[in-house]
């Protein structure tokens, strides 16, 4: 009888082993937290005095991200986030979109959460937009996600949620509030503090969420971009920094991670946290002249030096094969769409061809990174209106009078680099393995060391910049010690893949704006207006 009763049970014991083994593991969920203007030097696991103990825990616990590389502005590295390509590949390699600017990314580029919801993803957005809403079918609601909470411009009051802006063709300003629930107008949230204000409404989808379907979250927070606003007990801690803007930047930094922890302990509290993967991530280097800093990199947001195209960067979460490990991989913004998709159990056959790569197995399990190469721009419009190294005074008054000038670069422009050989004058940098190649003006070119504390930012005055610079990065990631001169062939091959690219590049999209977009004649808040 005892024999029989062995062998039952191992037969229903084999039977178990075969129907789990049988069945598919779950797709993930995801989640994608990016910060706004977040600088290297800007956490506690860089060495920051700002102390983000929620950001160091994940980043220990998960795969941090040393070698990963965004764009040096908010809509560029959103972009190619969304869509997995280079700006050049999509007509928009110069700046930003502005609010009155007619143009959104292309219409016909399938964008990541379609392709997320194509392979039965839940997809939620909350946060900040930046990719063009003159047209309805611009929004984020028209382009994958089935709900959207957040703001559709490029910055605007963390309080009141209006957006001040200049409207050249009316020779006039206007104040307006920028906030959308779905596709209506939000007006119940002034006072709100946006940093709070999106994590509450991100924790309610993550509360609400039927775990039957996998999740697709995507959290584009306000913080930490200007204007420099956070409410005064989070400031208080860093009363040791003594410049002002320093200080309130931390404040706001520490909100922003405590925002995390929130989001995070939500997603524990619902179960969901052990089968999801979430991503941190910032949208460029930060802006010293907002209190941000990048030290010891070169550079800032706004320019092709590391310091505004090296990002702050780690994965977290159960289903990593080899947490609590440092990864010096090269991956770029644009490999999320392809990672994602892959883990998701997706396509990305709708997709124009991609920039990206799967860089799951690098992230995942240590291996080597499928990218040997990355473009970081080509921008034959590019004109470095930042004063530098600049001061601090009124940065959003500054960030118009720039969005003015670059209005009035000629068109005539466009034809620069359309030659057979490519234009050094040009901005534009490559990275090739180790090498990185920068040519024309990459942008303001100094160091600039953590300002406040107990000193003044001072930045040491570089050797004159040539049209042609190179730079070992896995020796000299602060970009101190030019190397043209003496690797001329790596400099020609760097020049030929330049030039591979610009033929390739689509002619730039910045048109000029329409005064169609003035708030008070489409309802009082900023929004499609075509």
Known sequence: MAQICVKVLRALALTVCL???????????????LADDLGWNDVGFHGSEIRTPVLNRLAKAGVQLEGYYVQPLCTPSRNQLMTGRYQIHTGMQHQIIWPCQPYCVPLEEKLLPQLMKEAGYSTHMVGKWHLGMYRKECLPTRRGFDSYFGYLTGSEDYFSHQRCCFITPLNVTRCALDLRDGEDVATSYTGAFSTKLFTQRATDIIHQHKADQPLFLYVALQAVHAPLEVPEHYVIPYAFIKNKNRRVYAGMVSAMDEAVGNITRALQDTGLWNNTVLIFSTDNGG?????????????????????????????????????????????????WLPTLVALAGGSTNGTKPLDGFNVWETISKGK?????????????????????PGKDADFELQQESWRLKSF???????????????????????????????TGYPGCPLWFPPPGVGQEGISPSPEPLKKVMLFNIEQDPEERNEVSGEHPEVVNFLLRRLDHYQQEALPV??????????????????????
């Open 287 to 335: 802006q010293t002249l907002a209190g941000g800093n990048n030290w010891p990199l070169r550079g800032r947001k706004w320019s092709l030096w590391e310091g505004g195209v090296r990002g702050v960067g780690f994965v977290t979460g159960p289903l990593l094969e080899r947490p609590g490990t440092v990864n010096r991989e090269l991956i770029h913004i644009s490999d």
């Open 408 to 438: 009035r670069r000629s068109l005539s422009e466009l034809h620069l680099g359309l030659h057979t050989q490519f234009n050094v004058s040009m901005h534009a940098a490559i990275r090739h393995g180790k090498w990185k190649l920068l």
């Open 19 to 33: 129907t789990v083994s049988g069945n598919a593991a779950p797709p993930p969920n995801v989640v994608f937290i």
């Open 368 to 388: 080597v990174s499928p990218r040997l190469e990355l473009l970081h721009n080509i921008d034959p419009l590019y004109d470095d209106v930042a004063p530098c």
């Open 509 to 530: 999209t910045f048109p000029p704006e329409d005064p169609g977009c003035d708030p008070e004649s489409v309802g009082g808040a900023w929004g499609p207006w075509a």
